[in-house]
T-cell receptor, first 114, second 110 residues
Framework: DQQVKQNSPSLSVQEGRISILNCDYT??????FLWYKKYPAEGPTFLIS?????DKNEDGRFTVFLNKSAKHLSLHIVPSQPGDSAVYFC?????????????FGKGTKLSVKP | DAGVTQSPTHLIKTRGQQVTLRCSPK?????VSWYQQALGQGPQFIFQ???????QRGNFPDRFSGHQFPNYSSELNVNALLLGDSALYLC?????????FGSGTRLTVV
């Protein structure tokens, strides 16, 4: 039973346009969510997070939106750049704020074309 | 400042063998977690070590075991390797405000 789902394996966008990556979760007890970016041959790197007490968190070109009633979050990248091409993972800690144990989605591979 | 260091980067083993993977945490980090990332999947939590003890464990058989040393470095051991154990094994270390992944060890079981 996958508790964090990323249903789009890949996404291709043009440089300068918006990239929207989606994530759904099934466990209503989750109260904190993270997005990680992963380049080939590197480990995942933290991108942005959101607590369930918020519905939006913004950091530069990256914004995460949380819709608790729909159990859905999305990552918006505006404007998209070729260097954003990577695999993006949505993750949640099952036991609250601790990051010691994260449940990851399968990831979405983003390709930004010049 | 070195981040999380994992060794080796790549490894090929035969089914039934045993393997040991190593992780040196980022300076200042005292907690180490291990993850398995199979092809096309997200990382799956194996276990976490703190103060040289296993503190949390994911849904992995006891063929997977670990150890943490006094200098906070850690080992992941897998016994009786199966073809399905082929994956990228990621180590992550943590302080209260920072959670950092290593680049991983690519294990291939043939």
């Amino acid at each position: 039973d996958q508790q964090v789902k990323q249903n789009s394996p890949s996404l291709s966008v043009q440089e300068g346009r918006i990239s929207i990556l989606n994530c759904d979760y099934t466990n209503s007890m989750f109260d904190y969510f993270l997005w990680y970016k992963k380049y080939p041959a590197e480990g995942p790197t933290f991108l942005i997070s959101i607590s369930s007490i918020k519905d939006k968190n913004e950091d530069g070109r990256f914004t995460v939106f949380l819709n608790k009633s729909a159990k859905h979050l999305s990552l918006h990248i505006v404007p998209s750049q070729p260097g954003d091409s990577a695999v993006y993972f949505c993750a949640a800690p099952p036991y609250g704020g601790s990051q010691g144990n994260l449940i990851f989605g399968k990831g979405t591979k983003l390709s930004v074309k010049p | 400042d070195a981040g999380v260091t994992q060794s080796p980067t790549h490894l090929i083993k035969t089914r039934g063998q045993q393997v040991t993977l190593r992780c040196s945490p980022k300076s200042g980090h005292d907690t180490v977690s291990w993850y398995q990332q199979a092809l096309g999947q997200g990382p799956q939590f194996i276990f976490q070590y703190y103060e040289e003890e296993e503190r949390q464990r994911g849904n992995f058989p006891d063929r997977f075991s670990g150890h943490q040393f006094p200098n906070y470095s850690s080992e992941l051991n897998v016994n009786a390797l199966l073809l399905g154990d082929s994956a990228l094994y990621l180590c992550a270390s943590r302080s209260t405000a920072d959670y950092t992944f290593g680049s991983g060890t690519r294990l291939t079981v043939v």
